[in-house]
């Protein structure tokens, strides 16, 4: 970050109200004042500021010196190679454009229970459970649904429990800031935080490490990513799924993405809905993203590929590689090469290329495409 004290207002200017924004909301837990909040209703997904009498972009105390907003925004000036040297020691090459790994296998869970509540492998469900039994985690930023789940509205949560972590299984395709947990689990008295995240979340945690962002990044103990090209707007429910399909939410079941739109109703029926249907209600904060594959994650996960009872998984850190080779070695998972899937990694390198290319050229040009 350079010298001058960058805050809300270049902020504001250069990442929210520019497309760059993914809502992730790192810069709404950094905040020391509790002066920003976030909208998740409308198709909006972004932050605000609350102080209404100083305008949209205006800061007191960004004005007076306060700069967490800036340093937590995994999207502001060159936060890519700032945080790739942080944790590889040098910038992605032109050839890593899913970025830095150290291993990309394929897993699943061992237990019957985790695997069939979980989506694909049940990987994520597996490593939540293991690594509180095991000290490395006392809690988990996860995404419920709210209510009874009638309405599929994802909503940030905590998961401290076996029961918690079962009950957040499964893929929503909407989209739940959950790093805005972070609050609720530090008043619960978690210490040792793990993060499950869209690509763009799990950016988070490593940048406001790298920079300096106050004492929240101290708590994140671990980085679950998840491969996203996009996730959609609530409403895809009611004006297509509903409006088109005859399909009401509170009846659907569970939904997956394998090439069209996948839904299982309650009743037993089974839908596909074909994707290019699905994009004119992707959200807006996904345009511009150019991370398909958690880049900046301990272990990245994703149900893509042939096998749709496995989860192709790509561990980039140290830490990460520790916990697949524990896990491995006592049989919570099961594991295979990921050459068995060479479609799978194929197909996680196109839709990497696809999202660098989304990259603005008005933005600072690291995150793009590099040309070989």
Same mark, same amino acid.
């Given at each position: 970050?350079?010298?001058?004290?960058?805050?809300?207002?270049?902020?504001?200017?250069?990442?929210?109200?520019?497309?760059? @924004? !993914?809502?992730?909301? =790192?810069?709404?837990?950094? @905040?020391?004042?509790?002066?920003?909040?976030?909208?998740? !209703?409308?198709?909006?997904?972004?932050?605000?500021?609350?102080?209404?009498?100083?305008?949209?972009?205006? @800061? =007191?105390?960004?004005? +007076? =010196?306060?700069?967490?907003?800036?340093? *937590?925004?995994?999207?502001?000036?060159?936060?890519?190679?700032?945080?790739?040297?942080?944790?590889?020691?040098?910038?992605?090459?032109?050839?890593?454009?899913?970025?830095?790994?150290?291993?990309?296998?394929?897993?699943?869970?061992?237990?019957?229970?985790?695997?069939?509540?979980?989506?694909?492998?049940?990987?994520?469900?597996?490593?939540?459970?293991?690594?509180?039994?095991?000290?490395?985690?006392?809690? *988990?930023?996860?995404?419920?649904?709210?209510?009874?789940?009638?309405?599929?509205?994802?909503?940030?949560?905590?998961? +401290?429990? +076996?029961?918690?972590?079962?009950?957040? *299984?499964? /893929? $929503?395709? &909407?989209?739940?800031?959950? &790093? #805005?947990?972070?609050?609720?689990?530090?008043?619960?008295?978690?210490?040792?935080?793990?993060?499950?995240?869209?690509?763009?979340?799990?950016?988070?945690?490593?940048?406001?490490?790298?920079?300096?962002?106050?004492?929240?990044?101290?708590?994140?103990?671990?980085?679950?990513?998840?491969?996203?090209?996009? &996730?959609?707007?609530?409403?895809?429910?009611?004006?297509?799924?509903?409006?088109?399909?005859?399909?009401?939410?509170?009846?659907?079941?569970?939904?997956?993405?394998?090439?069209?739109?996948?839904?299982? #109703?309650?009743?037993?029926?089974?839908?596909?809905?074909?994707?290019?249907?699905?994009?004119?209600?992707?959200?807006?904060?996904?345009?511009? @993203?150019?991370?398909?594959?958690?880049?900046?994650?301990?272990?990245?996960?994703?149900?893509?590929?042939?096998?749709?009872?496995?989860?192709?998984?790509?561990?980039?850190?140290?830490?990460?590689?520790?916990?697949?080779?524990?896990?491995?070695?006592?049989?919570?998972?099961?594991? +295979?090469?990921?050459?068995?899937?060479?479609?799978?990694?194929?197909?996680?390198?196109?839709? /990497?290329?696809?999202? $660098?290319? $989304?990259?603005?050229?008005?933005?600072?040009?690291?995150?793009?495409?590099?040309?070989?």
């Amino acid at each position: 970050m350079p010298p001058e004290k960058l805050h809300w207002k270049h902020l504001y200017d250069e990442v929210v109200t520019s497309g760059l @924004c !993914t809502g992730c909301a =790192g810069c709404v837990v950094a @905040c020391p004042h509790d002066v920003l909040g976030y909208k998740d !209703t409308e198709g909006v997904y972004k932050p605000l500021h609350l102080e209404e009498e100083l305008g949209p972009g205006g @800061c =007191g105390h960004g004005d +007076r =010196g306060c700069t967490s907003c800036t340093r *937590a925004c995994p999207r502001f000036r060159a936060w890519e190679p700032e945080v790739d040297q942080f944790l590889f020691g040098r910038p992605r090459s032109a050839i890593e454009v899913e970025g830095v790994t150290k291993d990309v296998i394929l897993t699943r869970a061992s237990d019957d229970k985790v695997h069939e509540l979980g989506q694909d492998g049940g990987l994520v469900s597996a490593i939540l459970i293991w690594a509180l039994e095991h000290g490395y985690i006392d809690a *988990a930023l996860v995404s419920y649904l709210e209510g009874d789940g009638t309405t599929w509205k994802a909503i940030p949560g905590v998961a +401290r429990s +076996r029961e918690d972590i079962l009950a957040a *299984a499964g /893929s $929503r395709y &909407t989209y739940s800031a959950n &790093t #805005m947990a972070y609050s609720q689990a530090v008043e619960t008295g978690a210490e040792k935080i793990a993060l499950v995240g869209m690509s763009c979340q799990s950016s988070v945690p490593p940048v406001m490490t790298v920079r300096k962002a106050g004492k929240v990044a101290r708590r994140f103990a671990l980085n679950i990513g998840l491969l996203c090209s996009k &996730t959609f707007d609530d409403a895809i429910f009611e004006e297509l799924f509903e409006a088109k399909y005859g399909l009401p939410k509170a009846e659907i079941k569970k939904m997956n993405i394998k090439g069209v739109f996948q839904i299982w #109703m309650k009743n037993g029926d089974y839908h596909e809905v074909p994707l290019k249907e699905c994009h004119q209600w992707t959200r807006e904060g996904c345009k511009m @993203c150019p991370d398909f594959a958690a880049e900046h994650a301990d272990i990245s996960t994703g149900g893509i590929g042939k096998f749709n009872d496995w989860t192709l998984t790509v561990i980039r850190t140290d830490l990460g590689r520790e916990i697949i080779i524990k896990m491995l070695e006592d049989g919570t998972i099961q594991g +295979r090469p990921g050459d068995d899937d060479p479609g799978a990694i194929a197909l996680m390198r196109k839709l /990497s290329i696809k999202s $660098r290319k $989304r990259w603005p050229d008005f933005a600072l040009p690291e995150p793009k495409l590099i040309e070989a």
